[in-house]
T-cell receptor
Framework: GENVEQHPSTLSVQEGDSAVIKCTYSDSASNYFPWYKQELGKRPQLIIDIRSNVGEKKDQRIAVTLNKTAKHFSLHITETQPEDSAVYFCAASKTGKLIFGQGTELSVKP | EAGVVQSPRYKIIEKKQPVAFWCNPISGHNTLYWYRQNLGQGPELLIRYENEEAVDDSQLPKDRFSAERLKGVDSTLKIQPAELGDSAVYLC????????????FGPGTRLTVL
């Protein structure tokens, strides 16, 4: 079945620096790749997603890139702020079944 | 617009006891998901409904877990009997249409089995 690997498991950056989280997936038929942010004790919330017919997508300080050949996608956060501190999950899907990565705990130090 | 509603938010039970979780999806969302999230891990799908039909229950441990979605709106997830390893957060999510659309998550039910 589909497997999604996410790295790193923890990431600590200084406020204003960039953060990059990487994921690889196993099923080449996957065609939808969302990223969720989960603050402690809260529900996961979608922050950005990308579909397989697009190589890159940007929304203000957040961008996602997709390399279908290598079966990997990445989340880029620029100008990080303390409120970006949370756990971030990548996921891969085909036909509506999301398979999540293990999560990255991002800590942004003021 | 109200989000996905779940209850209870917290539940503590002894092992071998039954427990049930309830979910009310966003109005108009015909696809409903139940996930289990263990501490420090990503959510794992247990079951997915399109309207009243369970279209993917391959990850649901059917010996002790059951779910229903009567009338294609609210859903309940039941565990009977609960085991220590069932301690986790149970998340409900919903999306509009079928296929790959944004899934909106509820706040979850944190289950502790003693």
């Amino acid at each position: 079945g589909e497997n999604v690997e996410q790295h790193p498991s923890t990431l600590s950056v200084q406020e204003g620096d960039s953060a990059v989280i990487k994921c690889t997936y196993s099923d080449s038929a996957s065609n939808y790749f969302p990223w969720y942010k989960q603050e402690l004790g809260k529900r996961p919330q979608l922050i950005i997603d990308i579909r397989s017919n697009v190589g890159e997508k940007k929304d203000q300080r957040i961008a996602v890139t997709l390399n279908k050949t290598a079966k990997h996608f990445s989340l880029h956060i620029t100008e990080t702020q303390p409120e970006d501190s949370a756990v971030y999950f990548c996921a891969a899907s085909k036909t509506g079944k999301l398979i999540f990565g293990q999560g990255t705990e991002l800590s942004v130090k003021p | 617009e109200a989000g996905v509603v779940q209850s209870p938010r917290y539940k503590i039970i002894e092992k071998k006891q039954p427990v049930a979780f309830w979910c009310n999806p966003i109005s108009g969302h015909n696809t409903l998901y139940w996930y289990r999230q263990n501490l420090g891990q990503g959510p794992e799908l247990l079951i997915r409904y399109e309207n009243e039909e369970a279209v993917d229950d391959s990850q649901l441990p059917k010996d002790r877990f059951s779910a229903e979605r009567l009338k294609g709106v609210d859903s309940t997830l039941k565990i009977q009997p609960a085991e220590l390893g069932d301690s986790a957060v149970y998340l409900c999510a919903s999306s509009s249409g079928t296929g790959d659309n944004e899934q909106f998550f509820g706040p979850g039910t944190r289950l502790t089995v003693l």
